[in-house]
T-cell receptor
Framework: AQTVTQSQPEMSVQEAETVTLSCTYD???????LFWYKQPPSRQMILVIR??????QNATENRFSVNFQKAAKSFSLKISDSQLGDAAMYFC?????????FGAGTQVVVTP | DADVTQTPRNRITKTGKRIMLECSQT?????MYWYRQDPGLGLRLIYY???????NKGEISDGYSVSRQAQAKFSLSLESAIPNQTALYFC???????????FGSGTRLTVV
């Protein structure tokens, strides 16, 4: 079985500042993938970033980057230069054996 | 048109009624999934299908059934709806390369 834990129900950040969302996971698969998804009020699930477990280099997509610590089974998301449009629910997810397991989510609030 | 289309977008139904949620995709992906989202619980897997002849239960399949009518179509049925099945339901697809999952826009189901 795989589990994904997000321990921060809500995080607040000011515009232009940086916020880091935490995620830990557990899986027995050796070849797995990790994702962060964003869900704005429109409820659409939007892929933010993807990390392949066999790659040591941390993934980066524009203002979004991850800190992947494989031994610690940790996969945090950093949002730099936060914008009002970043306000959303963020889900960490682990793909093992072709199935996604999600964490409970972290609500990101961006204040002007 | 959207890559993954879910119908209906919203639905209110009565306890005991049979209801079907439909999903179709134009991604050409073999793998399709049904997830349920509840506040504070993230998304949980109900059923998944890796190809037309393959159907598998997820972690919360009780009270649900599915049908994979074609590569592009995967429907979810509630044979006798109950109030605790009130939730947001997502259909998703992926390819075997596991580069990411594409989600539909969700069906908000309310059982009264």
């Amino acid at each position: 079985a795989q589990t994904v834990t997000q321990s921060q129900p809500e995080m607040s950040v000011q515009e232009a500042e940086t916020v880091t969302l935490s995620c830990t996971y557990d899986t027995s698969e050796s070849d797995y993938y990790l994702f962060w998804y964003k869900q704005p009020p429109s409820r659409q699930m939007i892929l933010v970033i993807r990390q392949e477990a066999y790659k040591q280099q941390n993934a980066t997509e524009n203002r979004f980057s991850v800190n992947f610590q494989k031994a610690a089974k940790s996969f945090s998301l950093k949002i730099s230069d936060s914008q009002l449009g970043d306000a959303a629910m963020y889900f960490c997810a682990s793909d093992s054996w072709g199935k996604l397991q999600f964490g409970a989510g972290t609500q990101v609030v961006v204040t002007p | 048109d959207a890559d993954v289309t879910q119908t209906p977008r919203n639905r209110i139904t009565k306890t005991g009624k049979r209801i079907m949620l439909e999903c179709s995709q134009t991604k050409g992906h073999d793998r399709m999934y049904w997830y349920r989202q509840d506040p504070g619980l993230g998304l949980r897997l109900i059923y998944y299908s890796f190809d037309v002849k393959d159907i598998n239960k997820g972690e919360i399949s009780d009270g649900y059934s599915v049908s994979r009518q074609a590569q592009a179509k995967f429907s979810l049925s509630l044979e006798s709806a109950i109030p605790n099945q009130t939730a947001l339901y997502f259909c998703a697809t992926s390819d075997t390369r596991r580069k990411g999952y594409t989600f539909g826009s969700g069906t908000r189901l309310t059982v009264v």
